[in-house]
Nanobody
Framework: QVQLVESGGGLVQAGDSLRLSCAASKRTISNNAVGWFRQAPGKERESVAVVDWRGGNTDYTDSVKGRFTISRDNARSTVYLQMSSLKPEDTAIYYC??????????????????WGQGTQVTVAS
């Protein structure tokens, strides 16, 4: 069983940057694709970014392309989401999730087996 813990959220101003971390415990996630998702109040959870097991392939939802970067450090069993040029519409609870296999599509939420509890990101205008 994999346990995922997100950290790094907070309250920032528009234009600021934040780096979220997703740390795995109990079992490594070095063989799993990992995705970041977010859910704003009153909205459905949406996919944000995904990275394959080696970190060589990434994908992003259009609204964050060029602003967010997903990366991973398998030695630390941690996946990061570097967020820059933050906008108020990025305000949401951000979740990380580990897929069942080494690769996973950005929108295939059914492939993600283990989920963290989320970290709040609030961007003030």
């Amino acid at each position: 069983q994999v346990q995922l813990v997100e950290s790094g959220g907070g309250l920032v101003q528009a234009g600021d940057s934040l780096r979220l971390s997703c740390a795995a415990s109990k079992r490594t996630i070095s063989n799993n694709a990992v995705g970041w998702f977010r859910q704003a109040p009153g909205k459905e959870r949406e996919s944000v970014a995904v990275v394959d097991w080696r970190g060589g392939n990434t994908d992003y939802t259009d609204s964050v392309k060029g602003r967010f970067t997903i990366s991973r450090d398998n030695a630390r069993s941690t996946v990061y989401l570097q967020m820059s040029s933050l906008k108020p519409e990025d305000t949401a609870i951000y979740y990380c999730a580990a897929a069942r296999g080494p690769v996973a599509g950005l929108t295939r939420r059914d492939l993600y087996q283990y989920w963290g509890q989320g970290t709040q990101v609030t961007v003030a205008s």
